[in-house]
């Protein structure tokens, strides 16, 4: 009696292992997506699987979670499946939480309106969503405007603390490779974002800005003209050294890619026509810094605007091949421009 007990015993293990090892099919390799909703216990995920095709029984999918002791460590989203896996390698990607990515690249020098695009190329989002969130390019919110408020983000992030209410995000959305996953929404991914920025403005570059009597808002402005108009990072800090020059004696900065973020036009040429614009952000028409940043620069970008070179040179002069011109005089920059700008 005994020796047919533990024959049972073996005969159930054998018949439990064999079904949480062997998958339901070997030759069904196509992924599908399978969602688990917030909320959904391990039976409810058991019967979905089941009823999906992803595993031929949730009896022993539900076995293998009670026997790891992971019934409440299943995790919502989105997950790609297949049913040539078995239970052990579905029950475990669940726990893990190992749902599908998705990656967002944002390049240095992107502004708000070609992340706004980007998104709503890909269809998560509407370019007109990221902008009620964050704020509308070229918008002064300062001047009454139908226009949604933006989302005051300064109560999270310090860091924001000292940018002027009536200017949007633009410059701090820092670019780099973002995981996130379907369904997670704008305002989430925007915070990776700034957490991001966060990071990799450290202590010791905040501590450089207050020396200086600067804000961290005009050194992010200041960086966003640089990554708009020069490539190298040396000549970055020569331009920032520049541009602090000619700010500090009251001469206009004339940047071109502050008219070009006027007219969205990818483009070093402009016209005399455009320099004209009355907007805030026109470095041509207005003294100083624009009115807020031109584009979300990067690392480099914002190390030149901290630590710019001292030069001779008063002027600067980006070719449309991405060469820097230096010159000393107006005139010299003149000749230069005639001669690298036909």
């Given amino acids: 009696m005994k020796r047919i007990n533990i024959l049972i015993i073996i005969i159930v293990l054998f018949f439990i292992l064999q079904a949480i090892y062997i998958p339901k099919s070997s030759s069904e390799t196509e992924d599908k997506l399978f969602l688990i909703e917030k909320g959904e216990n391990l039976f409810q995920i058991a019967n979905k699987l089941e009823q999906e095709g992803m595993i031929r029984s949730r009896f022993f999918f539900d076995f293998f979670v009670f026997l790891k002791n992971s019934q409440s460590k299943l995790q919502a989203g989105e997950y790609s499946l297949n049913s040539s896996m078995n239970i052990i390698e579905i029950a475990n990607k669940i726990i893990s939480g190992d749902t599908i990515k998705i990656l967002i690249t944002i390049p240095e020098g992107w502004n708000l309106r070609d992340i706004a695009w980007n998104f709503e190329n890909k269809g998560m989002f509407q370019a007109e969503e990221l902008f009620e969130l964050i704020g509308f390019p070229l918008i002064n919110y ?6 949604p408020k933006p989302k005051d983000f ?55 800005i207050k ?54 036009k990818k483009t070093v040429k402009i016209s005399k026509q455009e ?46 091949e991405g060469e820097t011109i230096f010159n000393k005089t107006l005139e010299e920059h003149n000749i230069d421009k005639a001669e690298y700008l036909k």
């Fill in 142 to 147: 300062s001047v009454n405007t139908d226009l």
């Fill in 154 to 208: 300064s109560i999270d992030y310090e860091f924001l603390k000292d940018k002027p209410k009536n200017v949007n995000l633009e410059g701090y959305l820092f670019p780099d490779t973002y995981e996130t996953v379907p369904g997670a929404g704008l305002e989430s991914i925007v915070r990776k974002m700034l957490d991001n920025f966060d990071k990799k403005l450290t202590q010791d570059l905040r501590e450089k």
């Fill in 211 to 264: 020396e200086q009597g600067r804000t961290i808002f005009e050194i992010i402005t200041m960086a966003s003209l640089l990554e708009k108009e020069v490539k190298d990072f040396e000549e970055k800090k020569i331009v920032a050294g520049i541009l602090w020059k000619r700010m500090e004696n009251k001469i206009g900065l004339h940047v071109d890619a502050t008219i070009s973020y006027i007219t969205g």
């Fill in 275 to 320: 320099t004209e614009i009355d907007s805030l952000y026109n470095t041509y028409k207005y003294r100083g810094l624009p009115l807020g940043p031109i584009c979300n620069p990067g690392l480099e970008s914002i190390i030149a605007a901290i630590h710019p070179a001292n030069s001779d040179y008063w002027y600067y002069l980006s070719t449309p």
